[in-house]
């Protein structure tokens, strides 16, 4: 994986992102996955780099095909909420006065990628918390029939190049039929850390901070692990949080104070 390591750690850094080493592994992991399985879940607490981690992958193996370095494929991806709109929204629903049928979000998606005739992966990402409702009718598109059953009668069968990619949270109402049909990624955010957090945050402040960027990182890891070790001991959390959303509110409370020094559009 020398060429795809290389264009990973390109297209980390053109995204502003570090090029860890656990990062890389799970960019790894993913490309594996998505090479045995055409239904996988990505699965880890917020701020663990789960969207960062198939931007970043979709991203290099774009470059490869690009590059002509072996028979990797350029990636189109199709991303959706599907608990912010309803089941009918979703697949796709009858009119109740017209009895016409509407195809819904995840329908027109797969008609489009079933109709593309190029040879590019299609990614079909669904960003939001597993529904025991919703997801039981991707069943028949996750197991080896690949066929989307609408409830109007139709069957969309998929094709070989198309990838259903879940980024959830957890699988507490996950059912084991789900469950079984799909390739697990587990991204957890303790193993990233919060050194590339705030290495990305550095880089992008202005020019008369980053000369005391060494400064200014020296601080955090001073203060950070200490604070950090203190609030999951000693207090007591209304809404539970994860090590690096902390980090990142930390991050923005500083960027108010470093206000003054960023450059203003109307200022020129």
């Known amino acids: 994986y020398e060429a795809l390591l290389e264009a990973l750690k390109q297209s980390s850094t053109e995204q502003g992102l570090q090029p860890a080493d656990a990062f890389l592994a799970k960019c790894i992991q993913l490309h594996e996955t998505t090479l045995v399985r055409h239904g996988l879940m990505l699965v880890g607490p917020s701020g663990g780099g789960k969207t960062c981690c198939w931007r970043s992958l979709a991203s290099a193996l774009g470059k490869l095909k690009k590059a002509g370095t072996g028979t990797h494929e350029a990636v189109q991806t199709y991303v959706l909420n599907p608990k912010s709109i309803t089941m009918g929204q979703l697949y796709g629903q009858f009119d109740e006065n017209t009895h016409e049928w509407t195809d819904g979000v995840v329908a027109s998606i797969i008609r489009r990628c079933v109709s593309d005739p190029s040879s590019d992966k299609k990614w079909v990402v669904f960003d939001g918390p597993v529904d025991a409702l919703w997801i039981e009718n991707m069943n028949t598109v996750l197991d080896d029939n690949k066929k989307l059953c609408l409830t109007s009668g ?49 880089t992008r402040l202005p020019s008369s901070i980053q000369v005391h960027a060494e400064h200014l990182y020296s601080l955090f890891a001073s203060f950070v692990p200490l604070t950090m070790e203190f609030v999951r001991r000693n207090l007591r959390e209304p809404v539970p949080t994860v090590d690096n959303g902390l980090i990142n509110s930390l991050l923005h409370l500083l960027e108010c104070f470093f206000s003054p020094f960023f450059e203003r559009e109307d200022e020129g």
């Not at 699988?171 to 705030?198: F, H, I, K, N």
């Open 154 to 202: 139709e069957i969309i069968t998929l094709t070989a190049d198309m990838t259903m990619i879940f980024e959830v949270e957890n699988l507490a109402v996950a059912s084991p039929a789900t469950v079984s049909r799909c390739g697990m990624v587990y991204v957890d955010p303790g193993v990233l850390g919060w050194e590339p957090l705030v290495k990305s945050w550095i």
